[in-house]
């Protein structure tokens, strides 16, 4: 069964996960026409593989430590921490440490 995604107005809760980390699964919070928002969830040496996508992206680490590379490039990211990447770009993320992360993706037309 999938998970409903929020509303239009419906408050998320994206505070870190703390202890549930570990139990917690990678989960789309909503999708519109223009916009797509994930909880990108990550444990200790697991990776996204590195793709790309049209539009603009947005990571913050909510906790943890994870390492984004964008066009081969890495960043480190950790727990407050936001990385701005333009359309396009090749990327790819790895947790250094179990973290999750809030993920938005601009859905270019």
């Given at each position: 069964?999938?998970?409903?995604?929020?509303?239009?107005?419906?408050?998320?809760?994206?505070?870190?996960?703390?202890?549930r980390l570990a139990q917690e699964r990678s989960v789309?919070?909503?999708?519109?026409?223009?916009?797509?928002?994930?909880?990108?969830?990550?444990?200790?040496?697991?990776?996204?593989?590195?793709?790309?996508?049209?539009?603009?992206?947005?990571?913050?680490?909510?906790?943890?430590?994870?390492?984004?590379?964008?066009?081969?490039?890495?960043?480190?990211?950790?727990?407050?921490?936001?990385?701005?990447?333009?359309?396009?770009?090749?990327?790819?993320?790895?947790?250094?440490?179990?973290?999750?992360?809030?993920?938005?993706?601009?859905?270019?037309?």
């Open positions: 069964m999938a998970l409903p995604h929020a509303s239009p107005g419906q408050a998320i809760d994206i505070q870190p996960l703390g202890a789309a919070l909503f999708k519109s026409v223009d916009l797509e928002v994930m909880r990108v969830v990550l444990m200790a040496g697991k990776a996204w593989p590195p793709h790309k996508v049209a539009g603009e992206i947005t990571v913050q680490c909510i906790e943890g430590s994870i390492e984004v590379k964008a066009d081969n490039v890495p960043h480190v990211l950790r727990a407050g921490q936001l990385l701005y990447l333009t359309g396009g770009v090749t990327h790819g993320i790895t947790a250094l440490q179990d973290s999750s992360a809030i993920v938005t993706v601009s859905l270019r037309k």
